[in-house]
Each structure stands twice: as C-alpha cells, then as structure tokens.
C-alpha cells in the first residue's frame, strides 16, 4: 500500500504558484486569439473600377497598399471609407492619375486628372465654380495617340463641330477616333481635337491646322543729308536731291486654323528699290572772325567757359546718383535712358545688363553678369522684375488662374459645396492665393505656405513659380493631414494654422 503524501506549507506555495502561471498563459492565449481576431480584416480594394475582397491585418490603407503591391503614384489618389485606420469591411479606393492638358481662359495648362472622360473632367470644373473660366480638354492630336483614348461623354451624345459643320453623334462612350471616324473625319498630322461644354451640351471640335505663304511690300523711308556751301547766304537752303522712298518685299510663312491666321514667321525679305537720300545744301554759319576784334575777346572767353567748368559740370552730372562712382563696366544699359543712373549704386561690373523692369533706379539693368548687389526695390515678395524663363504648367498665374486650376482638382477629390468653400477662406488667409507668397519670419512659401517651401519639390521641381505644383501639394497635404479641407479650416480657425 502507497503511502500518501503530506501536505507540507511548502507543496501548498509550489502548487499555488503552478495554478497561478497557468492563468496568466491562458489569459495571455485568450488575449492574443481575440487581438488576432479583431485584427484580421475584410476588405474591398477598388483599383480603377476593379473591385477585390482581400483579408489583410494591415492597420492603415498604406500599409495594405504595399502588401498588396500596390504602386502609389504622386497624383494618384487613394481614398478610405473608414478614414485614417483600417476598419473591417472597408473600402478603399485607388484613382490612377494621368496627365492630359486644359485650357483656362485660352492658356494650355497639363493637368493630372483621374476623370473617367472628358466630360467629366469638365464637370469637375463646372462643380466648384459658378462662373467658372472657360475650360476645354486638348486631346492629343495625332491620330494613333487618340484611338483607344479618353471617352468623351459616359452618359450621352456629342456634338461635333468640324470644317463648319455640325452633327450629333448619340454614343458619347466612344473614345475621340472612334466618334471622327463615323463622322467620316479625317485628321492631319496638327489639327487640333478638343472638348468643351456649353450649358448642358458636350462639344468634340475639330481645328484645321493649315499653313500658307504671305508676300507683302512695306516702304524704305528715305533719309536726310545736310551738306555746307560755302556759295550760300547764312541761313539759306537748297534742296539738291530730292529723297525718293525704297521698297523691299518680305514673304512670311503663316499658321491658319480654321483659316484664321494664328501666327508668322518671317521666312526672307529683298530690297527691291533702294531709297534714294535727299540731299539739303545750307548757307555756312559766319566766323567770329569775321565779326571783328572786339567779338574774338568774347568769342575766346566763351571758348575757355565752354571748355572749362561748364563742360565739367556737365560731365559730373551725367552720373548723379552713382554713388560709389564707377559706371566703368555698365555697357548695355538700355533702359538708363538719358544716361542718368539714379539708384545704380556702385555697379560697376554690369555687362549687357537689360530686361530688369522691377529695379528702382536702374531702369533696364539685369542680368548682374558682374555687378554687386542687385536690389529689386520695387518688387514686394514677388519675381516681378525678374526675366525668367517660363518652364512650368501654371507659370506665375494670376489668383483667377489658380483658383480655376484648383476648383477642378478639389472637385475630382470629391471636395465640393462646403469643402470647396473653406479651401477658399484658407488659402486666402494664408496667401491671397499669390504663388510668390512668402511668410517672412517662418520662409513658409506659396499658395498653401508649405513650410519648408521644398516640401513641394515631390510635384515638381519648380515649385517656387508653379501654382499648379503648388496647388497639387498643398490638396494632397490637406487629403493626408486633415482629411478634407473643411476640417483643416477648422484647424485654423481654432490654432491659427493648418
């Protein structure tokens, strides 16, 4: 017979201690299984209309996005329907962005776009902007690159207009070539495809791009000589040659469309009569010598005052506000009219310096190839007295511009009525929707003050003179940030910033 065992106060602690571990690792197992649980999501990924259910233990839409090999683009926008953090049964949605071009108010302008077809796009303006600038859609023109291309109207017709005729076509699903081809129009090489509204109307037109030339004949004027006779009274004139006026004939090469001319370019030019100078013969001038001893006394003095300080006094005041006095090396300078250099301080090193409109004082000096410190006076936080060349898709726009570009790129986000409202009052407070704003004192910079300015330089690299660079940031930092511009107002509102 086994014997049992004692109970000892030191089995009692040991088995106590076992009990113990063992709650806390199936407490720690129930745990885990529930967080495992709960992680564990179903959700619907939506790129470009292609809907699939996915499983996924990803917190956010960007963490689910690099799971499933999802390449984010720049302008490409990804929406959540369950806002920052991932939810169970949520959606999200991903919009590739393509580059097409706009025109706003007659300048081209490429625009990233996630529109469906071209009447959307155009909608997308139209939703933000009552009296919206005019804005059509360039369809690239030639003909290959238009087959398979945007739809133009998902919902119904199309008028098209081309060689001034006009005609509906009823399926408006069609790409551009398709809708032309049924019409039996044919593109050259550089007509010009393009897509408007008018009221609730769809317009495909076609510009006919020709090109012509241009002989025209323009006068020669002829000039002026004067010569001395000696054989002429003091004052008398004779007209020894009479002028006759030249001609030349210049042939230009001229772009019509619609056979309008649009531009010119001077191909050759030929003199084909030279002009003849008119020739005025007129009396010589008496000497002082001849006017007696008395009037040689004055004449000598008069000669010496000439000579002496009054040229000298002249001289000086050339360059009366050249302070520093060396204007040695200021060859160029077309805009210094007179050649008074008010305000040109000390800029002795600027060679062909001309164009800079915005420097006070030194009207039509820039460049500053070699000349110390070229202080823009007059321009207030701006490039306005700057020559640059324009290199970017919105190039120092006015705020209409801006604003217009905006209100299609808010709308095509969904940020419409209220949301597009409070992105007007914030980029107002913030920059008067100038694209040169600059915060003195932070270097916050542009139309949404992204503070530091480079910030930007991930949609394009001229961020500094682009608005539609800037404008592209400062929806997407909006779209990250605050989720929608009417909470980033009421950021503002709250703190004084967004």
């Known amino acids: 017979m086994a014997m049992a065992r004692r109970w000892t106060p030191q089995r009692f602690v040991t088995l106590r201690r076992i009990r113990v571990i063992a709650c806390i690792a199936a407490t720690s197992i129930a745990l885990a299984g529930s967080f495992a649980f709960t992680a564990r999501k179903s959700v619907a990924l939506n790129i470009n209309g292609q809907t699939t259910q996915v499983t996924t233990y990803a917190m956010t839409a960007t963490r689910l996005l690099e799971e499933q090999g999802v390449d984010i683009k720049t302008h490409d926008i990804v929406t959540t329907s369950s806002g920052d953090q991932l939810a169970n049964h949520a959606v999200v949605t991903v919009q590739s962005a393509y580059q097409t071009t706009i025109n706003i108010d007659g300048t081209a302008v490429p625009f990233w776009t996630v529109a469906t077809s071209a009447d959307q796009l155009l909608g997308f303006f139209e939703e933000n902007q009552n009296n919206a600038a005019k804005i059509t859609v360039d369809i690239k023109n030639v003909y290959n690159q238009l087959t398979g291309g945007l739809v133009i109207n998902q919902s119904g017709p199309v008028t098209v207009i081309a060689d001034g005729k006009s005609s509906v076509a009823p399926n408006g699903k069609l790409p551009a070539a398709s809708i032309l081809d049924s019409k039996g129009i044919v593109l050259n090489k550089e007509d010009r495809v393009s897509v408007e509204k008018d009221s609730d109307e769809t317009i495909l037109r076609v510009r006919r791009v020709t090109h012509g030339e241009e002989t025209r004949t323009s006068v020669i004027p002829f000039s002026t000589q004067t010569i001395i006779d000696p054989n002429l009274a003091e004052g008398q004139a004779d007209v020894r040659q009479q002028g006759v006026n030249g001609e030349k004939t210049q042939v230009y090469d001229v772009t019509y469309v619609d056979g309008v001319a649009e531009s010119e370019t001077l191909k050759s030019e030929t003199v084909t009569s030279m002009a003849i100078d008119q020739i005025i013969a007129v009396g010589a001038a008496k000497s002082d010598t001849d006017k007696g001893s008395d009037k040689k006394s004055d004449s000598a ?41 008010s305000g040109n301080t000390g800029n002795s090193g600027n060679t062909g310096n001309t164009g800079n409109t915005g420097n006070s004082g030194n009207s039509g000096n820039t460049g500053n190839t070699g000349g110390g410190t070229n202080n823009n006076s007059g321009s207030s936080g701006s490039d306005s007295g700057t020559t640059t060349t324009p290199s970017g898709r919105l190039w120092h726009a006015t705020v209409a511009q801006a604003q217009a570009y905006a209100a299609g790129a808010a709308a095509q986000r969904g940020w419409t009525g209220n949301d597009w409202d409070c992105l007007v009052k914030l980029w107002n407070r913030e920059s008067r929707w100038l ?20 910030k930007m330089a991930a949609f394009g ?16 930092y909006i779209a ?19």
């Open 301 to 341: 003095d008069n000669g010496k005052a000439d000579s002496g300080s009054n040229n000298q006094h002249e001289s000086s005041n050339n360059n009366a506000g050249n302070t520093g006095g060396n204007n040695s090396g200021n060859t160029g300078n077309s805009g210094n009219t007179g050649g008074n250099n």
């Open 435 to 454: 694209w040169y704003a600059e915060n003195a004192s932070s270097g916050a910079y542009g139309i949404p003050q992204s503070l530091p300015a480079d």
């Open 461 to 476: 690299a001229n961020y500094r003179d682009d608005a539609a660079v800037q404008i592209d940031w400062g929806l997407w």
């Open 480 to 498: 990250q940030r605050y989720g929608s511009p009417s909470k980033a107002w009421q950021n503002s509102e709250q703190i004084g910033w967004y």
